[in-house]
């Protein structure tokens, strides 16, 4: 959103009240009979069947089947194939034992019930099951639709009483959201604080503390209740679809999540450049703007890999512009140029584009003659009045809209233009009298983002097979995260309740399958100067998936137009975030490989805490950094928990901190609270001006050696960082890193594997072993004595190993 006259949408946004009355369909509901057939198992009752179709050991579906319905089939959210999973049914006297390997169904006759364990261990059951519940405020914008009554359908399940609750999509309400009501529509929060009750993407899952997960397997628009009621009930409601659900577990919450990615489909690995930092701002008005700005930060000696342009690319004004989609030739006499000139500079570029085709804009003839629109009932374009001014809505859901878009996206890329920058995906305004080629509007409502993702996903494997899309859009649905979406948090406000709900925001998301979820660095709505929020926000932005500073121009978000001191800290930062390119590539592919997110919560470490539970404040980067982002203004002491399963140094100082307490940590304004896990490997590389000129060749590569620890691991992954699948080519690194503690002698290995179509290079590495408390005695590399530096002060061992290409290498420390 661009400015705050947009608030006043809300008023005519779709909305979903739902009446708190409702009543059980299923009082008089009886076991009839049970069928094994085609690796899934039907269970027959007196108003329907349920079908339990296992996928893996971690993963079961039921679907429940009205008598008098069909089975829907279709998955707009799942990707995986159900495995040949060896089952197993046992009959008892008054139940049904279902099992996998990992989770059990229990089918209880009378009264009829199903639960769901795992390993032994109980994670939950249908309480009332299919239910219907009366909708008192109907689906739909209130100018379309009067607000007649109707029924929804749901499920409903018992919780245990002192089970948190997570999921349910981007919110921020605070990490444990048990005791929520949450709308499922998609729907942007303009100038949001620290709260937000509903946002650009609503998931239809709920994961809980005891580490098991449900996903409601249906798009459309409705409620997901986190025993809003206070009567320990989880219960899903929509206005119909599939009434199918998958229940997800694992030993570990890396498990769980893993299941979910491999359920609904694990994200591609970005391009490299996508973990550099951004010059970004509403907006570059015209082609000399946008030189002098990227121009600025090589003078200035500030990292820099892409150009984001907003609407002013296409229209010199915000409103009457919207759907033309080409350069304006009077900012951007030479645009092909331009882009070739930045590229040159190792510089991408990256446009705005949305799903709105105004009336007065170059493309709306065009758009209503190639049946490109959104239609009313009688199949004319239906056309209406939001902000920007008066529009049509791309159907991406059918043949010629999908098309039409997709070549928009390919001219833009044969200019050279390497990212798609996708606003307003919720859709913004979304009738609910509008027809698409497959539905109505709420019926496809909260997958319009997932659907234009994967428009422009495919787009790129039929025309730019080998190139990684770069798709940053602020919504989507569950499995959006397969077709490489970068999503962001919305147009936050320039608070420090803004920023405050940012952690929260991205820990969700990334446990719902989401890793790159990120802010608006230094926040986005509302001129507001603070130079302590912004150089906060951008430290925070170390840490977080993506950096990228953005905001209404009247104040500057970019560190090249801020004071000296604020311009002197961010570039500290942004410098901080190339030198971690290493590690932090590396978490992208963990992502890829294994659905984990970048930024992890503190359940992660500790899943059976009850403290945790509920953080945000603290929060792992990776396995191995903990994070404490400054959230408070004029703060100068934080509070840190240290996580018991290890000790932990400060990244700054080198100070140990024991696990399993809670320290009041002084602040410093050049940096915000990290600490690094005994026994990590942190690789890093020099600073440079653009990814473009990354390379491992050179490394550095931290170990922080503790007694405690009597061996570690790490690693690093290195490709091209451009090509698509690079990996599963063979293109591609991998350095494994793994210590060995043995009485005096610390053994470090650092092990080279390669893919077929890969070359290793020859390379240097500086390493640095932290906690070295005393003078070593000797250090050997590959067997023979070598000159090493120990600096007492910071009790850090240096040694310096020269370039090589072996496939292994070793170090031994005698301390």
Known sequence: MKSNSIAKLAAVLPLLVAGQAGHAQNAGRHFDSVTRRDGQLEV???????????????????????????????SHAVVLAPANVRTTLVTKLNSIEYATPGIVVTITKSPFQISYAYKGKRLVAEKHGYIKVRDDVATGSKDINKGEARELEGIEFALDKDEALYGAGERAVGMNRRGHRFTLYNKAHYGYDDKSEQMGYAIPMALSSKMYAIHFDNPQTGYLDFDSKKNDSLTYETIGGRKTYQVIAGDSWEDVVGNYTSLTGKQPLPPRWAFGNFAMRFGYRNEAVARDTVNKFIADDIPLDAIVFDLFWFGKEIKGTMGNLAWDKDSFPNPTGMIADFQKKGVQ????????????????????????????????????????????????????????????????RQQGVTGVWGDLGEPEVHPTAMRHATSSADQVHNIYGHQWAKLVAEGYQQDFPNERPFILMRAGYSGTQRYGIIPWSGDVDRSWGGLQAQPEISLQMGMQGTGYMHSDLGGFANPVLDNELYTRWLQYGVFQPIFRPHAQDEVPPEPVYREDRTKALAREAIRLRYRLLPYNYTLGFDNNQKGLPLMRPMLYEEPGNAKVRAMSSTYLWGKDFL?????????????????????????????????????????????????????????????????????????????????????????????????????????YELLHFASKLQGRSLTLRIASEVGKQYERPERSIALQVHNVTAHPSLVRVEGKPVIFVWDEAAKVLNIQLPASNQPARSVVVTL
């Open 44 to 74: 027959h009752t007196s108003d329907g069947s349920y079908v339990i179709k296992p996928y893996s050991a971690g993963i079961v579906e039921t679907t429940f089947v009205p008598n008098g319905e069909q089975l829907d089939p279709a």
């Open 349 to 412: 570029t990256v446009v705005i584009t949305e799903p709105f085709i105004l009336d007065t804009s170059g493309k709306w003839k065009e758009a209503v003659e190639q049946k490109v629109l959104g239609t009313d009932a009688a199949g004319a374009p239906l056309a209406y009045d939001f902000y920007f001014g008066h529009t049509g809505l791309i159907d991406i859901f059918g043949k010629p809209g999908k098309d039409w878009f997709w070549n928009i996206y390919k001219g833009l």
């Open 627 to 731: 994070v404490t982002p400054v959230l408070k203004q004029g703060a100068t002491t934080a509070d840190v928990y240290f996580p018991a399963r290890s000790a932990w140094f400060d990244f700054y100082s080198g100070e140990r901190h024991a696990g399993g307490a809670t320290e009041s940590v002084k602040l410093s304004d050049d940096h915000v609270p990290v600490y690094v896990r005994a026994g990590a490997f942190i690789p890093m590389v020099k600073v440079v001006q653009t990814t473009r000129d990354y390379s491992t060749k050179q490394l550095e590569l931290h170990y922080y050696h503790d007694a405690s620890v009597g061996a570690g691991a790490g690693k690093l992954y290195d490709d091209d960082g451009a090509t698509a699948q690079a990996y599963e080519q063979g293109k």
